[in-house]
Each structure stands twice: as C-alpha cells, then as structure tokens.
C-alpha cells in the first residue's frame, strides 16, 4: 500500500486547509485509514480517523468540531479539511492505513498503522 499526503501550507490562524491523502496499492476500501501529526519534540498524535466498515469518523477531542474527515472511494482518496486553525495545529501531518484486523483501540495510535505517507507540512502563523 503506498499513501501520498498532499494539501499543507503555510496559513494564517482562522483560516483554513484540504489535505489530501492518495492510496494505492490496496483496494481503499477495505482498509482502515488514519490521520495523524508531530510537532517538533512531540510525539506523533492521532488527528483522527476513518474505520473502513463506517462511515462516521472519528476524531481527538483537540480537532472536534473544527476538522473533518472523509473519503471518496472512486478517488482512493482520503481528505481531512482543517477549519478555524490554530499556531498549536503547527506540523507535520501524516496520513495511515491499517489492516481490516485491526480493532478501534488499536487504531488510537501510531502503532496500530502498517503503512504511512511521506508527511505534509502544516504551519499556522498567529
């Protein structure tokens, strides 16, 4: 499975982002997919994520209500849109896709993921 994450920038806080995550190699369908980031000198946290027998997302209590997370399966395409930013939204976004095996408490971290996409830089200015 090969991910490519696309769609960082550098933005202004309040404004707005698409990333995009492309999949190939496995039918996207049947893969669970994740976002997640890393600040520097952090350890790399879940944005959120998309199971992929559900069509409702799930998300970390730092991102609710503010980004959003949906597929297009005709595109492999994974997107997360990232609304009202913040400075502390500032890093690298990955995206991840895990096996249909996996259970939810699995797919909290980046453990649970078996394969990544290069990261997307993401930098709100205050």
């Known amino acids: 499975v090969q991910l490519q994450a696309s769609g960082g920038g550098l933005v202004q806080a309040g404004d707005s982002l698409r990333l995009s995550c492309k999949v190939s190699g496995r039918t996207f369908s049947n893969v669970n997919m994740g976002w997640f980031r890393q600040a520097p000198g952090k350890e790399r946290e879940i944005v959120g994520g998309?199971?992929?027998?559900?069509?409702?997302?799930y998300y970390a209590d730092s991102v609710k209500g503010r980004f959003t997370i949906s597929r297009d399966n005709a595109k492999n395409t994974m997107y997360l849109q990232m609304n009202s930013l913040k400075p502390e939204d500032t890093a690298v976004y990955y995206c991840?896709?895990?096996?249909?095996?996996?259970?939810?408490?699995?797919?909290?971290?980046?453990?649970?993921?078996?394969?990544w996409g290069r990261g997307t830089q993401v930098t709100v200015s205050s």
């Open positions: 991840a896709a895990a096996s249909t095996r996996k259970i939810q408490s699995e797919l909290r971290g980046p453990g649970g993921y078996d394969y």
């Open positions: 998309l199971r992929w027998s559900s069509s409702n997302p």
